[in-house]
């Protein structure tokens, strides 16, 4: 694992990594260890226990959501609140640095930006946001509660294409959207970011298209993690 880390610094290019083992045999621990030896190598870190239910690679709002919530990011001086876990401080830290200053396939993040003095504080709205960036929930209707709440009328959020379309193109579009928050960290000078999924074998033991479904989305996710 600390072979995989210094190769995806030094390459700039992700490295899937799959450990297999018998219940008790370590595998969790070792997902445990590769993020402790991360963050001193100036990596973000996302982890998610998947159950087969709730979080699942079958849902990608349920693993996104949950996998955004355990985000840990680098301990340098480019994050304001590194301590604390959740998409809130790299969006609080980005405002801060970047402003509207926004490379354009990162453009999701910028109403976010524009408006980072109003949701500054303000929990209900930022709960909202995390929503909307974990693609947990419809677009219009989370755009209409923030608008409300922050007394914005012209905030618009981008679609995300998480909703809509061929189940092909909305696992794509879950995957690009986990690869988004791991960019902005990067920008933000992360040397890069750890995801780990643990509990995959929930995900597989179902019935053969629920297998299916979740063979899918972990290939879309590796290959987001390629590029």
């Not at 993040?109 to 524009?114: C, R, S, V």
């Not at 949701?119 to 419809?138: F, H, M």
């Not at 959020?157 to 988004?180: C, D, F, H």
Request: hydrophobic share 45%; glycine share 10%; with cysteine.
């Amino acid at each position: 694992m600390t072979e995989a880390l210094h190769l995806a610094r030094d390459s700039r290019r992700g490295t899937p990594r799959l450990v297999c083992g018998g219940y008790g045999k370590g595998k969790s621990h070792i997902g445990l260890l590769v993020r402790e030896l991360a963050r001193p190598l100036n990596f973000a870190t996302l982890k998610a226990d998947l159950d087969g239910s709730a979080v699942t690679l079958r849902d990608g709002s349920g693993l996104l959501g949950t996998l955004f919530a355990s985000l840990s990011l680098p301990l340098n001086s480019q994050f304001t609140d590194a301590k604390s876990p959740g998409l809130g401080p790299l969006l609080r830290s980005a405002s801060q640095k970047l402003g509207l200053e926004l490379p354009a396939d990162l453009a999701v993040f910028a109403p976010m930006f524009e408006h980072s003095a109003a949701l500054e504080g303000n929990e209900e709205a930022l709960e909202i946001v995390e929503r909307y960036l974990s693609c947990g929930g419809g677009r219009i209707q989370l755009q209409s509660r923030l608008q409300e709440i922050l007394g914005v009328a012209r905030l618009s959020l981008p679609a995300l294409g998480t909703n809509y379309g061929s189940v092909e193109a909305r696992v794509r579009a879950q995957a690009l959207q986990l690869w988004r928050v791991c960019q902005l960290a990067i920008v933000m000078g992360a040397r890069g970011a750890v995801v780990v999924l643990d509990e995959m074998d929930h995900d597989f033991a179902g019935s053969k298209p629920y297998a299916q479904r979740a063979a899918q989305t972990l290939s879309a996710l590796i290959r987001e993690i390629r590029s």
